[in-house]
């Protein structure tokens, strides 16, 4: 009697297996199915700054520009803007289509409320620093605003370009509801979100950037990389962003799917930290810079996908790394410049956070073994995200492993950490009269080809003084079927283009 | 009944040990809400940027006064704030728990109806094939972790079959029972490959034990068909180690199988308790243990009444 019990529920185990393996789902065709592993962490546009939360509130929302994906400022709430002659006022002109998704106009007081409230310190952005110029805003009609700055500044436009400065309604402002409701005027509405599982948008009737060619979007949390490439596999998933390099590298050999990399703006870079000896001495981060055989990190830890870059990500400025000091790795010279400095070899700690990037601890080991071979012993301390950012915020490091987030300016890029006002400069312990007059001249130039020169200039400097050791970017990857076409990638690594997919059978 | 009582009168002490332990521990590791949110961002807030956000995040207070705060809500059946979901901790547990609870039944039911036969069999059949092969699997099965299990199906599914069961959007028992049934499956067979293995091991070691019993030679020698001795007589007696067994794992199971359930992307008690900790949620990480401790509680005491129910010789409470 017991074996039968035991054996019918065999034959029903093996029943339901067999009858859950056969289900297919039925396909919601107007819907891209997306998935990601890390979701958002909140709404509130000006307080997020993880990347899953800006590539969501993209979506959603909107700034008053945009950049395309060579990274160009092209309109988005605002037709059209211009600085006055003195660099001291910036005057946009509002889009006249451009509404919110409950069909409200995009007045010029939405936007005066919007930055009002990113530079009000109750507001917690930690963009607010990138705005720090603008003295007062002017609403003189409903079409038209007016920001009036305290000192030229150039990147600011660039700066008005994240999403961190989208435009939220007034009213959200006033009732306070910015947080929890997410009314924008980008090309989707946010219908549904349980954090950590799931995300439901429809595209928004009312957005001004023109017709999207299907319903809406379903994002599906699937903490593991693997289970994301399977679902795809699978045909489950239409659309995904990859972190993890092991992952998107697998992409390509699946008939179905197509794998889009692009250089992003972040870099991989190992911080040395100059309050500390030996790497208070020149010739010692000299030596350490000479040592590192940065296309070898980038093959072995990043599986080759990246590239190597100087302190420049972005495409407009970027040097060419062979021309920057010691990118070519020569250990001779290395040891040189250590006996030079008198240092015959030491011991430092290196830390790295677990899984941020996935990279971290591959990258420790191959500069472990790289600059064992000039004497230096790294130790490497491995632990988890947010431990590992208190420490980085403290500057409480030998030498860190990190990858730090990329700007389409250089100035926003690097003022935190190399200018003597800067707010992270207890990151970097770092300045240099220089480098900051360098960044300073660079604020206000407007004029492009100057800029550039500036900033050519800064990055020579920065990577022969050598604070930091600047490896590689690495891919912004996303994977899809086949099916879909039309995604543009951009070196932001923003999913405006799904605005422009069309999804096929 | 009496014995019941009494344990029933220590559960709010050991929740309120648990409470103080959780709620002190994770304010010591470091990092909070805020750079938990802003990762090296943070960096760039102006001191009275962070204390409007740490006032956001009720995490102004010095942890005495939030400890105090919190258990007087707790008191009053409310578990606080989630400032990730903006919503109660006690609905958003709830909303998780039915998923882990059913996980978890489906998980025992195929260990016990794989494990218990198959350490019966391995101990009737003890140094033939058979027994060599259940040992072998159990083995196996003890000694390969849930991930590589786990994602050999996914593999093996999407691969060979070009299906994977349906991630991210979770099916209710009550909307979509196939759906659902669809869903738990294969986790619930990676949970129940590795707790089959210690069931069979155990009730092999356990039946083996009761088998050379006197009364159940007495048992033999009166003419007892092999069968019926098996099933009636020794099975019973060596059940005792498994329910222990199966209590401890099926307690285990509704604290959430955090690997598991990363791995199929389903949102039960584990993910949840582990993305708390992650985005330093303390609200909602403290909730959650409290909840799983009491669920160990529950599951403690209705191991120890099934002793009794297999066991009358067993009495609870005497001293």
Redesign the interface.
């Known amino acids: ?3 039968k019990l ?1 054996r019918t ?2 034959a029903g ?1 093996a029943a ?2 067999l ?3 056969g ?3 039925p396909a919601q065709a107007a819907n891209l199915r997306m ?1 990601w592993s890390q979701d958002a ?2 709404l509130d546009p000006h ?4 990347f899953s939360s800006l590539r969501l509130l993209e979506l959603i929302y909107e700034p008053l520009v945009r950049n395309d994906t060579n990274l160009d400022v092209v309109p988005a709430i605002a037709e059209s803007w211009e600085f006055s002659e003195d660099g001291l006022t910036l005057t946009f002109k509002l889009d006249p289509d451009a509404k919110f998704s409950d069909g409200a106009t995009v007045t010029s007081e939405d936007v005066k409320a919007s930055f009002e409230r990113l530079l009000d ?9 990138n705005f720090l110029s603008i003295a007062s805003i002017d609403a003189p009609d409903p079409a038209t605003v007016v920001f009036n700055l305290s000192q030229p500044d150039a990147p600011l436009l660039v700066a008005m370009a994240s999403i961190n400065a989208a435009v939220v309604p007034a009213k959200a402002i006033a009732d306070g509801s910015v ?2 409701t997410a009314l924008g005027s980008g090309p989707f509405v946010l219908d549904s979100w ?5 995300e439901e948008l429809s595209v928004n009737a009312n957005w001004a950037g023109g017709d999207i060619a299907y319903d809406g979007i ?1 994002i ?5 990389e ?2 994301i490439l ?2 795809l ?4 998933t239409d659309f995904a962003l990859i972190n993890d390099p092991l992952v998107a590298t697998l992409v390509p050999n699946e008939p179905n799917l197509q794998l889009n990399a692009v250089p992003g703006l972040a870099y991989n870079v190992l911080q040395l930290n100059p309050s500390r000896s030996p790497m208070d001495n020149l010739q010692v981060r000299q030596a350490i810079s000479c040592a590192v055989d940065r296309q070898d990190i980038l093959d072995t830890a990043l599986v080759g996908e990246g590239k190597v870059t100087g302190p420049l990500t972005m495409p407009a400025y970027a040097s060419d790394p062979s021309t920057l000091f010691c990118y070519e790795q020569d250990i001779e010279k290395a040891k040189a410049l250590m006996a030079e400095a008198g240092v015959d070899g030491f011991s430092a700690k290196v830390i790295a956070a677990t899984g941020e990037p996935p990279v971290a601890s591959a990258e420790a080991q191959v500069l472990q073994s790289q600059l064992a071979e000039i004497g230096i012993n790294l130790e490497i301390e491995l632990m ?4 590992y ?5 403290a500057g409480d490091f030998d030498m860190a492993v ?1 990858l ?2 990329g700007r389409t300016d250089p100035y926003p890029m690097y003022n ?1 950490y190399f200018t003597k006002d800067g ?2 400069l ?2 970097s312990n770092f300045t240099d009269d220089e480098i900051d007059s360098l960044l300073q001249q660079g604020r206000v130039e407007t004029d492009i080809a100057k800029r550039k020169e500036i900033f050519q200039q800064f990055e020579a400097r920065l990577t022969e003084l050598a604070p930091w050791i600047w490896l590689s970017t690495s891919n912004i990857y996303t994977a899809q079927l086949k099916t879909i076409s039309g995604f543009e990638s951009s070196a932001t690594g923003t999913l405006f283009g799904l605005t422009k997919v069309t999804l096929g059978q | 009944m009496n014995y019941l009582a009494r344990r029933l009168v220590t559960f709010p002490l050991i929740l309120l040990g648990v409470s103080l332990l959780v709620f002190f521990s994770i304010r010591m590791i470091p990092g909070d809400a805020i750079t938990a949110m802003l990762g090296t961002e943070a960096g760039l807030l102006t001191p009275v940027q962070r204390q409007a956000l740490a006032e956001y995040f009720g995490i102004d207070q010095p942890a005495v006064v939030q400890y105090g705060r919190w258990l007087w809500g707790v008191l009053q059946g409310d578990l606080g704030l989630s400032v990730t979901y903006g919503r109660p901790v006690l609905a958003i547990i709830l909303e998780r728990f039915p998923l882990t609870l059913e996980l978890a039944l489906l998980s025992m039911v195929i260990a016990l109806s794989v494990g218990v036969p198959a350490g019966v069999l391995a101990a009737t059949r003890g140094e033939r094939p058979a027994d060599v092969v259940v040992r072998i699997l159990a083995m196996l099965g003890q000694s390969t972790p849930g991930f590589v299990v786990g994602l050999v199906i996914i593999y093996v599914l999407s691969v060979y079959f070009g299906f994977i069961p349906a991630m991210g959007s979770f099916a209710s028992l009550w909307s979509d029972p196939l759906a659902n049934l669809g869903q738990l499956i294969f986790p619930a067979v990676t949970l129940g490959f590795a707790f089959a293995a210690s069931v069979t091991r155990i009730s092999r070691a356990s039946m083996l034990d009761v088998l050379s019993d006197d009364y159940i030679r007495t048992a033999r020698a009166k003419g007892v068909p092999a069968r019926s001795v098996v099933w009636h007589h020794a099975l019973p007696n060596a059940l005792i180690p498994v329910v222990t067994l199966s209590g401890v794992e099926f307690g285990y199971l509704l604290g959430g199988a955090v690997i598991v359930e990363q791995i199929f992307a389903l949102p039960g008690l584990g993910r949840l308790t582990l993305d708390a900790i992650g985005q330093r949620d303390y609200a909602l990480v403290q909730g959650c243990v409290l909840f799983i401790a009491l669920n160990f509680l529950i599951v403690n005491l209705l191991v120890d009444l099934a002793y009794a129910a297999l066991d009358p010789r067993i009495r609870l409470g005497a001293r």
């Open positions: 009697m017991y074996t035991s529920a065999f185990l339901a297996l009858a859950t393996a289900l297919a789902l998935a962490t909140g307080a997020q700054t993880a310190e109750a507001t917690g952005a930690a963009a607010r620093s947080a929890t349980e954090p950590n599982s799931r379903t599906s949390v699937l903490p593991d693997t289970a399977a679902s596999r699978a045909g489950q988890e995200l947010n431990v950012v208190d420490r980085w915020l990190a730090n987030g935190r707010n992270l207890k990151v």
